[in-house]
Nanobody, 128 residues
Framework: QTQLVESGGGWVQPGGSLNLSCTAY????????????VGWFRQVPGKEREAVAC????????TYADFVKGRFAISRDNDRNTEYLQMNDLKPEDTAIFYC?????????????????WGQGIQVIVAS
């Protein structure tokens, strides 16, 4: 069974940076990490989980939510079975629980139901 383990969250002042990591364990036999589309989502209490960024598996096409363009960067290291989310110029409204997700599908999606495996979530707090 696939398990995603996130790290790198915490508290940061506005304008600061954090780098989230997500490592996959127990991938389906014979299926490399490079064959998965990987993404990051975030959620605040009382709101739906929303897509933040994604890298597709086949073409490595990257997509970002409008509210993070120019500030966040998603990347992946297939040799380490790991995806990253570098977050710069963080704002208080970025405070949320961030989730990584992967799926065997070849294309990115903004919908949570299109991702089969999820991390446990990691808290990011942006405050003075």
């Amino acid at each position: 069974q696939t398990q995603l383990v996130e790290s790198g969250g915490g508290w940061v002042q506005p304008g600061g940076s954090l780098n989230l990591s997500c490592t996959a364990y127990g991938l389906a036999s014979g299926r490399p990490f490079s064959s998965y589309t990987v993404g990051w989502f975030r959620q605040v209490p009382g709101k739906e989980r929303e897509a933040v960024a994604c890298i597709s598996s086949v073409t490595n096409t990257i997509t970002y939510a409008d509210f993070v363009k120019g500030r966040f960067a998603i990347s992946r290291d297939n040799d380490r079975n790991t995806e990253y989310l570098q977050m710069n110029d963080l704002k208080p409204e970025d405070t949320a629980i961030f989730y990584c997700a992967i799926d065997p599908a070849p294309l990115c999606s903004e919908y949570t139901y299109d991702f089969a495996s999820w991390g446990q979530g990691i808290q990011v707090i942006v405050a003075s």
